[in-house]
C-alpha cells in the first residue's frame, strides 16, 4: 500500500493499467473501497491464488479489513499501523509461497516512527520480518540494498542514516558483507554467472593516496581485498565515486555477466532515471519497490506522477521469482 496520503495509490492503478494485458500479474493489499474512489475497477479477492483470473479485468485487492480516513497530500500517524499492517501480510504471503515476492509502494518514514515504528526504513524491517526464515542454501543473509537502472547497479553499504554519520560509521566488515550478499543474490535471483563489483571510493578521486581522506586506503581497499581472496570479482582496486562511465553504462548488462557498484557510503552517490528500482538483496524473498524521492505529498492527487519506476519493480520481481524473463537485455 504505502503512505496512503501519498501517490502510492495512483502509482499502483498506473501500473495495472500498464500491465493488466501482460503476464506480470500482481494484487493489491489496500484498502478497496480507496482505491474504487480513485477510479480503479476493483476485484476483492479472498485470496491470493483468486489474481490471476480476474488481473486483465480488473486490479485484484486483498483488502486490509478495518477503514481509516485518508486526507489526500497528508501524512497522517493515525493510518501508521494499516501501512505496517500491509508490509506484514505481504511478507507472511510471500514466506508462505503464497506470493512470488513482495512489491512496496513509498511510504512515509516520519509518520510511521510518529507512531512508535521501530525502523528507520522499509529495508530494516523487512530484515526484522524475515530474520527467523533461513537463507536458501545457507548464503549470506542482508538486507542489502540495491539500486537497479537498465544500465547501473548500485549497492550502498550503508542505508538510511545522516550523511556525516554514514561516513564515520563505514567499516571493511560492511562492504566485505555487502559484497558478498550482492554477489550471491546476483547468482542465485538473478542468473548473473560471473557477477563483477566495482568498488567506488569515498572521498574525492578516492582519497588521493590519503592526500584527501584516508578512509579509502584504511578502510574500503582492505575491503576489496578481502573480497577478492573470498573469490568475489571485485576489480582489484579502487574506484572513484563515479565509477562507470557513460560509456559503460550505454553496454546493457546481460545475465551471464553484470557490473555492480559499490558506493562507499550512502544511496544518493547514485543516479538512477524514472524506471530504476529498489531491490533488497540477501532476504529469503523477492523484494523490490521504486526507487523513488518519497512518497511525493505535494503532488498527490494531481495525477501526475509517473510509475515508470512501479513498473520496473513490478516487472523485476516477476524476474526474480522466475516468473518472466529477465528485465535486462541479453
Known amino acids: 500500500m504505502g503512505e496512503p496520503g501519498g501517490i502510492g495509490g495512483e502509482l499502483t492503478i498506473k501500473a495495472w493499467r500498464a500491465l493488466s494485458s501482460g503476464d506480470a500479474a500482481f494484487f493489491v493489499i489496500d484498502d478497496a473501497t480507496r482505491l474504487e474512489a480513485m477510479g480503479a475497477p476493483v476485484e476483492r479477492i479472498s485470496s491470493p491464488a483468486e489474481a490471476a483470473k480476474h488481473f486483465a479485468r480488473r486490479l485484484p485487492v486483498l483488502d486490509l479489513g478495518p ?5 489526500t497530500g497528508v501524512a497522517d500517524k493515525a493510518s501508521a499501523p494499516h501501512v505496517i499492517a500491509s508490509i506484514e501480510r505481504a511478507v507472511a ?4 509461497g503464497e506470493a512470488a515476492g513482495v512489491v512496496t509502494n513509498p511510504i512515509q518514514k516520519a509518520s510511521l516512527i510518529a507512531a512508535g515504528f521501530n525502523f528507520p526504513g522499509h529495508t530494516e524491517f523487512l530484515g526484522a520480518l524475515t530474520e527467523q526464515t533461513p537463507m536458501p542454501g545457507g548464503r549470506h543473509r542482508g538486507p542489502i ?12 553499504v550503508t542505508v538510511h542514516e545522516p550523511l556525516a554519520r554514514a561516513a564515520a560509521g563505514l567499516t571493511s566488515d560492511a562492504i566485505v558483507h555487502a559484497g558478498l550478499v550482492t554477489a550471491e543474490a546476483l547468482q542465485h535471483d538473478f542468473d548473473v554467472a560471473r557477477p563483477r563489483l566495482a568498488i567506488a571510493g569515498l572521498n574525492p578521486h578516492a582519497g588521493e593516496g590519503g592526500a584527501l581522506g584516508k578512509e579509502d586506503g584504511a578502510i574500503i581497499a582492505p575491503a576489496v581485498e578481502a573480497l577478492c581472496k573470498a573469490g568475489v570479482d571485485a576489480g582489484g582496486g579502487l574506484r572513484p565515486p563515479t565509477p562507470c562511465s557513460t560509456k559503460k553504462r550505454a553496454r546493457p548488462m546481460t545475465r551471464r555477466s553484470a557490473c555492480i557498484t559499490i558506493c562507499g557510503a550512502h544511496p544518493d552517490q547514485d543516479d538512477q532515471l524514472h524506471d530504476a528500482v529498489n531491490v533488497t538483496l540477501g532476504l529469503p524473498i523477492a523484494r523490490t519497490s521504486p526507487d523513488h524521492a518519497g512518497t511525493a505529498l505535494d503532488i498527490a492527487g494531481k495525477n501526475i506522477a509517473r510509475a515508470d519506476s512501479l513498473i520496473a519493480a513490478i516487472k523485476l520481481a516477476a524476474e526474480m521469482a522466475g516468473l518472466s524473463a529477465p528485465l535486462q537485455n541479453e
Do not use: H, S
Open 67 to 71: 477503514k481509516f480516513a485518508v486526507k
Open 93 to 96: 504471503l510471500a514466506l508462505a
Open 145 to 156: 540494498m540495491m539500486l537497479a537502472g537498465p544500465e547501473l547497479r548500485t549497492v550502498p
